[in-house]
């Protein structure tokens, strides 16, 4: 079975701080994605980045940057220099990718980021 | 590209009535719909798993007699929340899986009274 943790459930910074969110996943299958989802006040899901396990480049996006390491089974998700308008929730999620669309996403328990002006 | 389209986005329903939920792929054609409930301040749950023309699969725990989901096309899924308690309100969100990942919809914030 997989299994995603997200071990902080709350981070608290002040805006242009530095904000990195932990995640770490259990899986069986050697082929499998990950995924960082952004959830806002008003709920709908926001798409932020699609990782698969042959795929351990690092990469950064504007403000946003991530770090995989399939040795501690972990993909971290970092937001530099935080904007209020980054609070939200922000969701880590897995998916195994053996057969077709039938693949389920498993998700995080959430780590909700709150930016003070 | 891939939008699903969720209605209604809010329904307040009374206590013992029936409420359905509709998701809608409008540029793809979605063979597998997925549904997930999430209760304030925590994670999304898969309940079920929908796939066009056969029977959902539900999670363990969801009840496939109160929560009866329906995938008679590739581009509609419904979800209908029988006989609605208190405890059955919460935010109910479809996705779909396409080639470049998952799509979601922009949910259906159910309050029974």
């Known amino acids: 079975a997989q299994k995603v943790t997200q071990a902080q459930t709350e981070i608290s910074v002040v805006e242009k701080e530095d904000v990195t969110l932990d995640c770490v996943y259990e899986?069986?299958?050697?082929?499998?994605?990950l995924f960082w989802y952004k959830q806002p006040p008003s709920g709908e899901l926001v798409f932020l980045i699609r990782?698969?396990?042959?795929?351990?480049q690092n990469e950064i996006s504007g403000r946003y940057s991530w770090n995989f390491q399939k040795s501690t089974s972990s993909f971290n998700f970092t937001i530099t220099a935080s904007q209020v308008v980054d609070s939200a929730v922000y969701f880590c999620?897995?998916?195994?990718?053996?057969?077709?669309?039938?693949?389920?996403?498993?998700f995080g328990g959430g780590t909700r980021v709150l930016v003070k002006p | 590209g891939a939008v699903v389209s969720q209605h209604p986005s809010r329904v307040i329903c009374k206590s013992g009535t029936s409420v359905k939920i509709e998701c809608r792929s409008l540029?793809?054609?979605?063979?597998?719909m997925f549904w997930y409930r999430q209760f304030p301040k925590q994670s999304l749950m898969l309940m079920a798993t929908s796939n066009e023309g056969s029977k959902a699969t539900y999670e363990q725990g969801v009840e496939k007699d109160k929560f009866l989901i329906n995938h008679a096309s590739l581009t509609l899924s419904t979800l209908t929340v029988t006989s609605a308690h208190p405890e059955d309100s919460s935010f109910y969100i479809c996705?779909?899986?396409?080639?470049?990942?998952?799509?979601f919809g922009s949910g259906t914030r159910l309050t029974v009274v």
């Open positions: 996705s779909a899986r396409t080639m470049y990942g998952y799509t």
């Open positions: 540029d793809f054609q979605a063979t597998t």
């Open positions: 999620a897995l998916s195994e990718a053996v057969g077709a669309a039938g693949n389920k996403l498993t």
């Open positions: 990782r698969n396990s042959f795929d351990e």
């Open positions: 899986t069986r299958d050697t082929t499998y994605y």
